[in-house]
Nanobody, 125 residues
Framework: VQLQASGGGLVQAGGSLRLSCTAS????????IGWFRQAPGKEREGVSC????????YYADSMKGRFTISSDNAKNTLYLQIDSLKPEDMAVYYC???????????????????WGKGTQVTVSS
């Protein structure tokens, strides 16, 4: 299982970014997939995930509104659209996958089995 996030960069506050995650070695039909982030000096936090069995989408409560997760299963690619970026969104964003494909909401707290290298999002005020 391999995951690689991309699309990060330097953005002004109020701007938008679309992160991508290319995956290989598994299919989105079988694994839950999601996004996490970790800011300097802070613990990792879950952003959003998609369950494999029914495609249900979950967001961490603090991430509702400006974050949109989506996937292209044919391309095994996961996306995260971030709008109205704030300085507090600055973090390394990681994509992840979990072998237990259903009910991924709890994984936003406890993490997933497989992790990709992250992509840095920097927000200037």
């Amino acid at each position: 299982v391999q995951l690689q996030a991309s699309g990060g960069g330097l953005v002004q506050a109020g701007g938008s970014l679309r992160l991508s995650c290319t995956a290989s070695g598994f299919t989105f039909d079988d694994y839950a997939i999601g996004w996490f982030r970790q800011a300097p000096g802070k613990e990792r936090e879950g952003v959003s995930c998609i369950s494999a069995n029914n495609g249900n989408i979950y967001y961490a409560d603090s991430m509702k509104g400006r974050f949109t997760i989506s996937s292209d299963n044919a391309k095994n690619t996961l996306y995260l659209q971030i709008d109205s970026l704030k300085p507090e969104d600055m973090a390394v964003y990681y994509c992840a996958a979990h072998r237990q494909g259903y009910g991924c909401y709890g994984r936003l707290r406890y993490g997933m089995d497989y992790w990709g290298k992250g992509t840095q999002v920097t927000v200037s005020s």
